[in-house]
């Protein structure tokens, strides 16, 4: 049995058509907007370097989240697009698929982007061939292969965050060292609260108590559900903050701010 | 299977006419399990809903299921709970229907898990027991405040992979018979009004209670006492009709969620009972049959919550009938609370943590409709129409009543809770005893040689009656004499009743019934509510003079009868059952003597434990 | 008292009308209460569900204001004032009357669910389970099948995938079997194909409408998806078992 057709007073097909009366559109406006200014910022970020001898992802024990692992490549071979010559390139594409597939980021993007829906109980585009995730959409079960680079990535960032309190004068701080420091602390508490790394640390098991390792798995899993429940909140000030990390650096690097040494 | 025979039948019957062994009328868990029984014998069965499937009264059903398992203190025992099932029922229980109760409760709650429920568990893996009114010891198998949900849903998971038929939203008004066997029932389809027919071997009961007789109630719209109807116009006997249970703890404000209730599972997890002066009001009220395992002094209270065993149980948790008594004693002597009901506290005895866990419900519940938090303030309550102990006269065993081809089982039933039920008996009820009246169904159909015969003159007579609300073209809705019925019962056949007002209710009832044959209704038939209520009018009214009749002719109190012009138990009168039966067109009233117990099970309820 | 217009939906799937209607309200009445009053005074053929009144059964499912909601569980106090309060059908089922959907296609689902099938018990018939073995199944068990979340669902509500998506209620029914402690039976092929999990694109929105606050999508759907990716789309656990199949050849 189908849908039947609605009387026309109640159809609500149609994009954006609702009767709900409340600011429905708020959430995707700003999410929407939000989101996009990272995307313009870091894209243009990553293709910018900056000059090979001073380039703006580094600065003294400071480097760029973008550019974290550094791959310096000597000689970018000729037929290789000018624009695309950055180191950011071997990087970007692991946290950019993590968060791409990431289930928090699919509810945003496809009420924001795709409108379908672009709220809860609001019309879509008439008609459009839907799939879900069962068409193109299919990669989005790809999540789990980003997670584990994801993963690997965090210590590499905490390894920068440590070695940005060691300047060439010894230990320090400066105010770069705390931004480098609290940006892989956000990452991993958005990484580590991720619904597939959730599952397999022990939402896969059914049985918490049948064994010892099971009995430990449900203490983790424990854990990291109460830290996923906010998994939204991490998203969004892991993102604002690695965004962030590398204007700090470029600003610092480009000479336009100057790093405060606390200590 | 589902066999729709109309074109066999002819053009006597316009409407769709259906052809089953079994047909269960009522989707509640006493319902699902007979119809899971009877469709386990091997037969086709037919199970009738007047709602969506799912929705049924079971649901509502929050504090849990009373069984022996004796998982949480091993001193329990079938003996206990057939001992602790009388002395709540005031002795006038059907000691075998209370004896199989307490003895089978255990599997059917076993059973269960077996199919899929998740009961709250205890620390070493077992399913988990609960304090409860009139139980001795912790008893009720349960999942946090909403046990029934469990085990409906668990049901009716069961049933749909069982192949019984489910006819949905379907009301029956009419019990067909051949003779004097049940041949079948008549109905209609809510969603379309239309009339149809089911052809059966054998029916059975199971449509719960009358609670929307009355204007305070914790029953939605179905509790029209359908089933007590149906049998008592087929000529079945009902028997306890006088004793009504009003549940102590009903939400009083706001207005609009009167009656609403509060789980008992509050008292059980510790909530206590104050009056407007702050006092601990229950110790003035403990009965001389608990006083030996009741506590009398807060301090004792105390330690029993705390988990000391040697300690007596709170008077919180005496019987429901007492509780209640009490309860309308303290607001009519002044010392209720504002919206004249008093205050259940749980905040001051519970953690926050804890209220949340074990009572998710309750904290919801008030949370979103009185604006209350549970964990920080106390509930106001008030006693609340909850459920029938009368019903339809049946055999222990079987589940038969007196009409051959008929059975009753669950709230429909009568005998197994005698004058007053203890909470948890009746979801261990609707499983024992929905399965005794499945396999006593499965058994008769079985040996009858052949299909009984629809008398089609009488169906059509039924057909015609349910139209009838849309040929007057004046008179009253349904609405308005549901609402006047409501407000007379509640009046006069209250929780505190006497001769002169019950003498005033007969006469009431009559100048009702007189108002109702005139009842209209406008609009189609499909899903019409105006027609519906209508119809549910006519059991609304024979069931709400059974109670008056019962009423005035137990002169005595006991249990949840409460007569002031006779306020002591008396002797004599446990020793009988009021009888309703139809003789002609007259309601009559008969008193009939009780079983006689065997001595080994008398000595059960005197002991002191 | 004070006086509130009400706009209600009187029609069929054919045709109707939203008909405005004053009605006097009381501190503390839900909608339902109000749609009572309306049947008791103005109306008494208007068609509505209802069964408990207590946020319990799940029958009274409506769309308030154009969000899906249980009318016994919305007080009228928490509406915003002014604007007529509206009250329509579901709106994912063929409506039959007034208020009331056909919602028949939900139990034709559930049929199609393996059940429950338990592994042995121990010797005295009985199964032990620890309470942190069950809370997860508990949170699902906990639907009361009002079928708001199948109503806001835009799988079903805007793209009539109801032949290839039992929509989120039966998810919830599917996780709370596969995440049971004693249930045998796997269910992940049946999820990616028939049950087509897939066309959730987990927007949440059943989530947001669920009257028992079950997370469902994070708690059930997620989790179902994850064991779906289990199965067939994790190249760690693809390796695994290759391994595991190279290093146990068939001994057993």
């Not at chain 2, 905040?347 to 009185?370: C, H, N, V, W």
């Not at chain 2, 009832?509 to 105006?530: E, F, H, M, S, W």
């Not at chain 3, 779906?228 to 693809?238: E, H, K, N, Q, T």
Request: proline share 5%; glycine share 8%.
């Amino acid at each position: 049995m189908h849908k039947a057709t609605l009387p026309k007073e109640l159809e609500t097909t149609g994009l954006g058509k609702t009767a709900r009366k409340d600011k429905w559109l708020f959430e995707p406006l700003w999410t929407g907007l939000g989101f996009a200014i990272f995307v313009v910022y870091s894209t243009w970020g990553a293709l910018n370097p900056g000059p090979a001898g001073h380039p703006y992802y580094e600065w003294g024990p400071y480097l760029s989240p973008f550019f974290s692992p550094l791959f310096l490549v000597k000689a970018w071979p000729d037929w290789w697009p000018k624009i695309l010559r950055t180191p950011a390139l071997f990087v970007l594409w692991a946290p950019l698929g993590f968060r791409a597939t990431c289930y928090y980021f699919r509810k945003f993007f496809y009420r924001t982007y795709l409108l379908d829906p672009p709220g809860c109980a609001v019309g879509e585009a008439r008609s459009h061939n839907y799939k879900g995730e069962k068409g193109f959409f299919i990669y989005q079960n790809l999540h789990r292969w980003f997670l584990y680079p994801a993963v690997a990535l965090v210590i590499i960032l905490f390894y920068d965050g440590v070695k940005a309190f060691f300047f060439a004068d010894g230990f320090g701080i400066g105010v770069g060292s705390l931004v480098l420091i609290i940006e892989p602390i956000l990452i991993a508490l958005f990484t580590f609260s991720c619904n597939s790394f959730r599952h397999l640390v022990g939402g896969n098991l059914d049985c918490y108590s049948c064994s010892f390792s099971n009995r430990a798995r449900y203490q983790v899993w424990g854990k990291v559900s109460l830290l996923n429940r906010n998994h939204m909140f991490w998203f969004w000030i892991s993102l604002g903050w690695v965004g962030f990390s590398d204007f700090y650096v470029r600003m610092v690097a480009m000479g336009i701010w100057t790093d405060w040494r606390i200590l | 299977m589902k066999e729709k025979v109309s074109d066999r039948v002819g053009s006597a019957f316009g409407g769709e006419t259906y052809e089953q062994d079994v047909i269960v009328i009522g989707a509640g868990g006493a319902g699902l399990r007979a119809a899971i029984e009877a469709r386990l014998q091997g037969l086709s069965v037919g199970l009738i809903c007047k709602s969506l499937l799912g929705k049924a009264h079971t649901v509502m059903a929050e504090g849990g299921a009373a069984a022996a398992l004796a998982y949480v203190d091993n001193r329990d025992s079938w003996k206990v709970h057939f001992r602790d099932t009388l002395r709540g029922g005031k002795f006038l229980n059907n000691y075998k229907m209370a004896l199989l109760h307490a003895q089978e409760a255990p599997d059917r709650i076993k059973e269960l898990e077996a199919w899929g429920a998740l009961f709250d568990r205890t620390e070493d893996g077992r399913i988990l027991q609960r304090n409860f009114g009139g139980h001795r010891f912790p008893r009720l198998a349960h999942v946090g405040d909403r046990t029934g949900l469990e085990i409906i849903r668990t049901l009716q998971d069961k049933a749909v992979h069982l192949g019984i038929d489910v006819y949905m939203e379907c009301t029956i008004t009419k019990l067909l018979k051949d003779g004097d066997k049940i041949s079948g029932a008549l109905g209609y389809w809510r969603t379309t009004g239309e009339s149809v027919l089911f052809k059966a071997k054998a029916i059975v009961l199971a449509t719960g209670g009358f609670g929307k007789a009355y204007r305070v109630t914790s029953n939605s719209w179905e509790y029209t006492g359908d089933g007590h109807a149906l049998a008592y116009h087929a000529g079945a006997d009902l028997i306890d009709m006088e004793f009504v249970q009003f549940h102590p703890t009903g939400m009083v404000w706001p207005l609009s969620v009167k009656g609403i209730l509060v789980t008992e599972g509050v008292r059980g997890d510790g909530g206590i009972l104050k009056n407007s002066k702050g006092e601990r009001f229950m110790f003035r009220y403990i009965p001389d049959l608990y006083k030996a395992e009741t506590s009398d002094t807060e301090e004792e209270a105390n330690r029993w919550l705390a988990g000391d065993k040697s300690a007596r149980r709170p008077p919180e948790l005496l019987t429901r009938d007492v509780v209640a008594k009490a309860i309308v004693k303290e607001v009519k002597e002044g010392r209720g609370s504002p919206h004249s009901g008093v205050f259940l506290d749980i905040a001051s005895r519970r953690s926050a943590e804890d209220i949340k866990r074990k009572l998710p419900g309750m904290y919801q519940q008030f949370k979103e409709l009185a604006g209350i938090d549970i964990t920080k303030e106390p509930m106001e309550v008030a006693p609340t129409c909850h459920y029938a102990m009368g019903g339809v006269r049946v055999d222990a065993e079987t589940a038969a009543a007196t009409v051959p081809g008929l059975f009753a089982a669950g709230e429909c039933a009568g005998g197994m809770h005698g004058a007053n039920r203890l909470g948890g008996n009746s979801l261990s009820d609707l499983l024992v005893f929905g399965r005794r009246a499945g396999l006593g169904a499965a058994e008769y159909a079985k040996k009858l040689s052949s299909q009984p015969t629809v008398d089609m003159g009488e169906v059509q007579q039924a057909q015609q009656q349910m139209s009838e609300p849309f040929e007057r073209s004046r008179g009253e809705t349904a609405y308005k004499i549901i609402s006047d019925l409501q407000e007379m019962m509640e009046t006069y056949v209250g929780i505190v009743r006497e001769e002169k007002e019950l003498s005033l209710a007969v006469e009431k009832i009559q100048q009702l019934k007189k108002r109702a044959q005139n009842v209209c209704a406008t609009g189609d038939k499909a899903y019409n509510p105006g027609w519906n209520y209508a119809l549910d009018l006519t059991s609304l009214l024979t069931v709400s003079e059974a109670i008056i009749l019962a009423a005035k002719e137990r002169k005595e109190s006991r249990g949840a009868l409460t007569r002031i012009d006779y306020p002591n138990t008396e002797e004599d009168w446990g020793k009988v059952n009021v009888v309703i039966r139809k003789k002609g067109t007259e309601m009559t009233v008969a008193k009939e003597p009780l079983s006689e117990m065997p001595e080994e099970l008398k000595a059960l309820l005197q002991e002191t434990i | 008292m004070e006086k509130l217009i009400f706009k209600v939906y009187r029609g069929d799937s054919g045709k109707g009308e939203l008909k405005e209607y004053q009605i006097e309200v009381d501190e503390g009445m839900v909608v339902l209460d109000a749609i009572h009053k309306l049947q008791a005074t103005q109306a008494p053929d208007l068609a509505c569900r209802w069964n408990c009144k207590a946020g319990r059964c799940g029958s009274c499912s409506a769309e308030i204001n154009g969000f899906p909601k249980l009318m016994c569980m919305t007080r009228i106090d928490e509406l915003p004032k002014g604007n007529p309060i509206t009250v329509e059908p579901m709106k994912a089922f063929p409506i039959i009357k007034d208020l009331v959907t056909d919602v028949s296609w939900n139990y034709e689902v559930n049929k199609t669910i393996p059940p429950f099938t338990p592994k042995p018990p121990e010797p005295d018939g009985t199964w032990r389970m620890q309470q942190k073995d069950i809370d997860r199944v508990q949170e699902f068990r906990k639907c009361i099948e009002c079928f708001l979340c199948q109503d806001v669902c835009h799988v079903l509500r805007n793209h009539n995938k109801h032949s290839q998506f039992i929509g989120p209620r039966f998810l919830i029914r599917v996780a709370s079997l596969e995440m049971h402690p004693l249930d045998t039976v796997d269910r992940r092929e049946l999820l990616k194909d028939q049950f087509g999990i897939g066309f959730c694109n987990i927007t949440k929105c059943c989530t947001e409408v669920c009257p028992e606050r079950i997370t469902i999508t994070d708690n059930a759907i997620i989790p179902l998806k994850e064991r779906v990716v289990d199965r067939y789309y994790d190249p760690l656990a693809w390796l695994i078992r290759q391994l595991k199949r190279v290093f146990k050849p068939s001994a057993k």
